[in-house]
């Protein structure tokens, strides 16, 4: 199980976190640093560069000193959707786009002296594009896909040796995948792993390719390969097809989030989307992160990077809105997934603040020995055989196969003390709790309302999410939980 934390300046980092953006880059100098440069936020281009020191927890803006672009300032001019690569200490920036205008310039970082060069480069140079894709071949090579040249979607495939600067078109025999921009490119073993994008004026696309033939330096030569197209039609639960996602690599996954599609061949409207899917290198197949609470809004042309078991989102545009926010995605284990249930009042968001409203209008109506009725459309009720993270613990705690895996959780839960209510609980305890009261009144009423006598109140019913709970709500969530259990 994973957990959204939304970072905090308070807890997770000092210094001044990068503006609102989308369509920047974000790299991984080596387990250091991470590295956000370029984007867009209301329809300007920006050129600054944001450095989070990973040790330190500091965020902060490096005086560069170098080469001056086009516009007199040191280092690249402004510009969105361009391709970032890091290789050691240097990150490789190529192309993007600044207003109407493609570009197709290159220059690299040095991020030990913090110094930029705009790179002469030659060979089969590419052409000026953005929304391109690419990704670091072991140590000095870095391979680049696709884009969008303002006339046509492209399919070449370009690598660049980052120690003679030299480009070579590849050649790559048999079926190719179809041209298009704003996909990912992958580095997973020796395979190129490209996913979605949009092209050809059709839908946007949820295919997955592989291609071969990009040998790392040092490998045999009888290794070589002839570079060749695959497209692979994995098991498991794929995702809807999309562009502007990310694709992160982590431990044994592949770790996709975010990015657009749309309604559908006709629709004009764009979905955005905030899941997390997997795909496992174990298992080849596709399946879902399993997160115990909501994740960020929904989202495209944002950044995500990993930081050992973590996550870092930031940024992006939802189709309305340019983010500013930086979220962790961390498992279960992680120190702070604790601050999800011990924040203070004062943190509260105004939902809460809600709940805590119909909290006082179930203790007046205790007082009162009224009836009350509540409205449970927007509260989604699960049942029992459908709540996975339920079945999950049923199936841990039952060791008889012949007894209910769920009976055996609720009498857990009926003689736990609140101490020893584990935070990978508190989901399914709610949403059992919400579960029981519903289906003892709704049956009654047989509407959405549920209208609950005088001498009961229910404070938590309205939560939608075990994220909202405090410390010190387990005690009475327990005691109104172990009341709802049948004697």
């Keep these: 199980m994973h957990y959204w934390v939304r970072a905090s300046s308070s807890s997770d980092f000092s210094g001044t976190p990068p503006k609102p953006r989308s369509g920047h880059t974000a790299v991984n100098i080596g387990k250091s640093k991470v590295i956000i440069f370029g984007g867009l936020v209301d329809k300007k281009f920006i050129n600054d560069i944001s450095v989070y020191d990973i040790e330190n927890k500091l965020w902060f803006k490096p005086e560069c000193t170098g080469n001056d672009s086009d516009d007199g300032q040191v280092g690249p001019s402004a510009r969105a959707f361009h391709i970032a690569v890091a290789i050691d200490c240097h990150m490789f920036v190529f192309g993007g786009r600044s207003g109407s205008k493609r570009l197709g310039d290159f220059w690299v970082l040095d991020t030990d002296i913090w110094q930029w060069s705009e790179l002469t480069s030659f060979g089969d140079l590419p052409s000026p594009r953005d929304f391109a894709a690419a990704s670091a071949i072991g140590n000095s090579k870095i391979v680049m896909y696709g884009g969008w040249d303002g006339k046509r979607w492209l399919s070449d495939v370009f690598v660049l040796d980052t120690i003679s600067l030299e480009w070579t078109e590849l050649s790559v025999t048999g079926s190719s995948p179809p041209s298009r921009c704003g996909h990912t490119a992958t580095m997973l073993e020796k395979r190129l792993l490209v996913y979605g994008g949009r092209g050809g004026g059709g839908p946007i696309m949820g295919d997955l390719w592989a291609l071969k033939g990009l040998v790392e330096e040092g490998s045999p030569l009888e290794e070589n390969e002839t570079p060749g197209w695959t497209q692979l039609k994995l098991p498991g639960q794929a995702p809807a097809p999309r562009c502007g996602h990310t694709v992160t690599s982590g431990g044994h996954y592949l770790l996709l989030?975010?990015?657009?599609?749309?309604?559908?061949?006709?629709?004009?409207?764009?979905?955005?989307?905030?899941?997390?899917?997997?795909?496992?290198?174990?298992?080849a197949q596709w399946r879902h992160l399993p997160t115990g609470n909501e994740p960020p809004p929904a989202r495209a042309y944002h950044s995500m990077t990993c930081m050992g078991s973590r996550y870092l989102l930031?940024?992006?545009?939802?189709?309305?809105?340019?983010?500013?926010?930086?979220?962790?995605?961390?498992?279960?284990?992680?120190?702070?997934?604790?601050?999800?249930?011990?924040?203070?009042?004062?943190?509260?968001?105004?939902?809460?603040?809600?709940?805590?409203?119909?909290?006082?209008?179930?203790?007046?109506?205790?007082?009162?020995?009224?009836?009350?009725?509540?409205?449970?459309?927007?509260?989604?009720?699960?049942?029992?055989l459908d709540d996975k993270e339920l079945l999950?613990?049923?199936?841990?705690?039952?060791?008889?196969k012949h007894s209910s895996g769920i009976q055996v959780v609720r009498n857990k839960w009926r003689n736990s003390s609140p101490r020893s209510i584990q935070i990978k609980e508190l989901g399914p305890l709610l949403r059992d709790y919400q579960r029981l009261i519903a289906r003892r009144y709704l049956a009654k009423s047989g509407s959405d309302e549920l209208e609950v006598s005088g001498n009961e109140s229910f404070k938590f019913y309205h939560i939608k999410n075990a994220s909202q709970l405090r410390i010190d709500d387990i005690p009475k969530l327990l005691e109104e939980y172990r009341g709802l259990l049948p004697g």
């Design 257 to 283: 989030f975010g990015g657009h599609g749309t309604a559908g061949w006709l629709s004009r409207y764009d979905i955005y989307y905030n899941d997390c899917i997997i795909l496992d290198r174990v298992t």
């Design 314 to 384: 930031f940024g992006g545009f939802d189709g309305k809105s340019t983010f500013d926010d930086l979220w962790w995605l961390v498992p279960e284990e992680d120190p702070i997934v604790k601050r999800l249930i011990s924040f203070s009042p004062k943190t509260l968001s105004e939902e809460t603040e809600s709940v805590n409203e119909k909290s006082a209008l179930a203790e007046l109506q205790k007082r009162l020995e009224i009836s009350v009725k509540f409205h449970t459309t927007g509260l989604q009720i699960v049942d029992e």
């Design 392 to 400: 999950d613990l049923g199936e841990r705690a039952s060791s008889n």
